[in-house]
């Protein structure tokens, strides 16, 4: 209990100080999470919602293989981008290896599933509801899929939450492919683990407890917009 | 991957130019060092020194040696800088390096419970040391991870006469993690531990456990710069990684290396120049 | 596109025949009601001729030319009106940028049927807010809006209360009146009587009667027909 004290205290201090590494760890952790959940929703969603909407052959192995792929170790993404973007690699001209730029990149893998499979279960149910009378009013599988992405609005603004959740929370990924180099590509996560391991509990519990903190304003934030929009638009 | 890489590269330059720009595009070089030498806090005091004086930004990735070295075979580092001899001679061998400096050494302690239930301490033998612990069954964590100090270790054992793979019991603990977590679990368990001086003292988690045996010559931990071979990887950055191996070689370089103090205490000494290290 | 005709139309699904050897000629004008019991295959029906279903035999032939004036030769209205998470205008003005209506256009059209459906007054209120009732002329109105050739309605007060209901059968007779064909589904006896012209009886899946609306009820040509007339036909 006495550690979880001093963390209190150690976040406080940190805080109060504007200490500029901290700041700019903190910075550095929301810019990779929410430009890799910015890309990933931008090829989830789509994908979710042609699953929702399309029949084909495999369709059941595709959404069984997506459901599995939400629970990807993160250690394991960030293991095979490493050997992608590795010199020894394929990709190893793009210079990628050790930036911020190959985190997102592992992030974004990560998160892809978790936007498209839960996704896909909203405008499963959705296009379920609405199918005939879209049909019936002549839009096309295009159209249908835009509209049913706009209508359950308010749940996927849950599902991105949820895949924000997961891309802030992981280390594994982001340590093995940034490396967790000072001032480049040191984010909340590697950091806490590296003062885990340096013995100093109350410094990294603090750091937690400003990650949970950032966290908890974004979603706190998205809620806010959502019940003002709900007020507006029903 | 290669749309995604576009696609993240084009995005994070957006969303971090609206946050606040980071250290992009300037001279850099990458180190590959371990993990011992990046927690005692050493690079954090030389680098700002080396930076300001030559405008190249030194990017440490700090992992074990075994990986360290692994990062120079595959040409993700343009210097590998570790401590152990005979790994680092064997990555010569393979051709992947230039050559090897010597650059400084630290030494190793042998950490245990106040408690010491081997009788080890104070003892200026540390093979005799190993040999007691693993004849009382004490509880021991090694680091298991082909690291500097884990090669070391095994290379005690072997020289106290035990052969560690088919002798160990329960009370050996292979934990394959880096110097601070393997700290902590030997302060968990109250085990004893062998571990470099620089991240001991920095460490604070330290439970039970203390210093029992030093200043043996078996103890002593020299380290060695190598710039990873350009004729191997030729976008390596061959002129600014000798500029800093140069730079750790020079009267400045040893004089900062010898400067770094915690509480107190010098934790490495240079010895660039020192033949048969 | 009229006349629609069905020639041995059969549908099938999950080993049950619902539809079985259907033929008939929908002719532009006359008000059509669909009629029979629960389970008939009324609403399959509808579907098949409306497109959303393909049967499993038999041809479904629009046989007149396409009225290029009307951006959407056909509409049809459910049971159960389906709103997206818009205004009310917008689930109307939906209809018609679907319909390649000019956007300069869309508004103007959107707030006139509104307001021939009685909902002038709520169309800039979310349209999922709206009760049963409004919903379905809000339903009524995003088909007419259309001005289509062909109105399918699939038995569209069967969850209003009868004031509501009394609202939407005038609503269709406005439609018929502005020149859009009704076909109607419907297993109430008194609506058919109100609003048909002529009657299709179905029953289990066949076509069992096909006459104009008073022949139909003063003369049932079918046992089927006269049981169900009487009250006397059971449920499937």
């Not at chain 3, 049967?55 to 629009?62: E, V």
Request: glycine share 10%; proline share 5%.
């Amino acid at each position: 209990m006495g550690d979880i004290g001093s963390a209190f205290a150690e976040a406080a201090g940190l805080i109060l100080a504007a200490d500029r590494t901290l700041y700019g760890i903190v910075q550095l952790s929301l810019a990779v999470s929410m430009t890799a959940v910015a890309v990933a929703t931008a090829i989830g969603l789509p994908l979710g919602a042609l699953l929702a909407i399309r029949r084909f052959p495999g369709r059941q192995v595709l959404l069984v293989t997506l459901n599995a792929l939400m629970g990807l170790p993160p250690v394991v993404v960030g293991l095979l981008v490493y050997l992608m973007l590795s010199r020894a690699g394929p990709l190893g001209d793009l210079g990628l290896l050790f930036t911020p730029e190959a985190m997102i990149i592992a992030q974004t893998i990560l998160v892809i599933p978790i936007v498209a499979g839960l996704s896909r279960q909203v405008l499963e149910d959705a296009w379920r509801e609405y199918e005939e009378q879209l049909r019936s009013l002549g839009a096309t599988a295009s159209t249908a899929a835009a509209t049913l992405l706009w209508d359950t609005r308010y749940s996927l603004v849950t599902v991105v939450l949820a895949g924000f959740g997961r891309a802030a929370a992981e280390v594994g990924a982001v340590m093995i492919v940034g490396g967790n180099i000072d001032g480049v590509t040191r984010v909340m996560t590697t950091a806490i683990s590296l003062e885990t391991s340096k013995g100093d509990l109350p410094l990294a519990l603090g750091l937690g407890m400003i990650l949970l903190a950032a966290v908890f304003v974004i979603n706190a934030a998205a809620q806010i917009i959502k019940s003002a929009a709900v007020r507006r638009y029903g | 991957m290669g749309l995604i890489a576009r696609l993240a590269h084009v995005a994070y330059l957006v969303v971090a130019l609206a946050c606040a720009p980071i250290a992009l595009a300037q001279r850099f070089i990458t180190v590959a060092s371990t993990t011992s030498t990046e927690q005692s806090g050493l690079f954090g005091h030389l680098l700002p020194i080396f930076e300001q004086k030559t405008g190249i930004d030194v990017r440490v990735v700090a992992v074990g040696t075994g990986q360290a070295l692994d990062l120079g075979r595959r040409g993700d580092a343009d210097v590998v800088f570790v401590h152990a001899r005979a790994a680092e001679e064997e990555f010569l061998r393979e051709g992947y390096g230039v050559q090897r400096y010597p650059v400084m050494y630290n030494d190793f302690v042998v950490i245990g419970p106040k408690a010491d239930p081997a009788g080890i301490s104070g003892s200026a033998d540390t093979l005799d040391a190993f040999r007691k612990i693993a004849g009382a069954g004490a509880a021991f964590v090694s680091r298991g991870d082909r690291s500097g100090t884990h090669i070391a270790e095994l290379a005690l054992w072997e020289a106290a006469g035990i052969d560690i793979d088919n002798e160990k019991g329960p009370w050996y603990r292979a934990t394959g993690q880096g110097m601070g977590p393997a700290l902590n679990t030997a302060s968990a368990l109250n085990a004893y531990i062998l571990a470099d001086r620089g991240t001991w003292l920095a460490f604070s988690n330290r439970g039970e456990l203390e210093i029992l045996v030093e200043g043996d010559r078996r103890l002593m931990n020299q380290y060695g710069v190598i710039l990873v071979n350009p004729e191997r990887h030729p976008h390596v950055k061959r002129a600014e990684g000798q500029a800093f191996i140069d730079w750790l070689l020079s009267p400045e370089g040893q004089a900062a290396i010898a400067a770094f103090e915690i509480g107190g205490e010098q934790l490495f000494f240079p010895n660039a120049g020192e033949p048969g290290v | 596109m009229l006349p629609l005709i069905l020639e041995n139309v059969s549908f099938a699904a999950g080993g049950r025949t619902i539809i079985d050897g259907v033929s008939f000629e929908l002719a532009a004008g006359p008000r059509t009601v669909i009629l029979g019991p629960n389970g008939a295959g009324k609403s399959v029906l509808m579907r098949l001729c409306h497109g959303l279903l393909s049967p499993t035999a038999g041809r479904i032939d629009w046989r007149g030319t396409r009225d290029e004036r009307r951006p959407r030769a056909q509409a049809m209205v459910f049971q159960r009106p389906v709103m997206l998470r818009r205004s009310a205008l917008g689930n109307v003005t939906y209809g018609l940028k679907l319909a390649n209506v000019p956007k300069a256009e869309r508004e103007r059209r959107a707030r006139a049927v509104l307001d021939a459906v009685g909902l002038g007054a709520v169309g800039d209120r979310p349209a999922r807010v709206l009760s049963g009732g409004e919903q379905q002329k809000l339903a009524l109105a995003r088909a007419w809006a259309l001005e289509p050739e062909v109105l399918f309605l699939d038995e569209p007060t069967a969850n209003l209360d009868p004031g509501a209901t009394r609202e939407v059968e005038r609503i269709v007779g406005d439609i018929h009146s502005s020149g859009t064909k009704i076909v109607m589904t419907t297993h109430n006896l008194g609506q058919a009587r109100r609003l048909a012209d002529e009657i299709l009886f179905m029953s289990a899946g066949r076509l069992a009667e096909h006459a104009p609306v008073e022949r139909f009820f003063a003369q049932p040509a079918t046992a089927e027909a006269a049981a169900f007339i009487k009250g006397e036909l059971p449920w499937d």
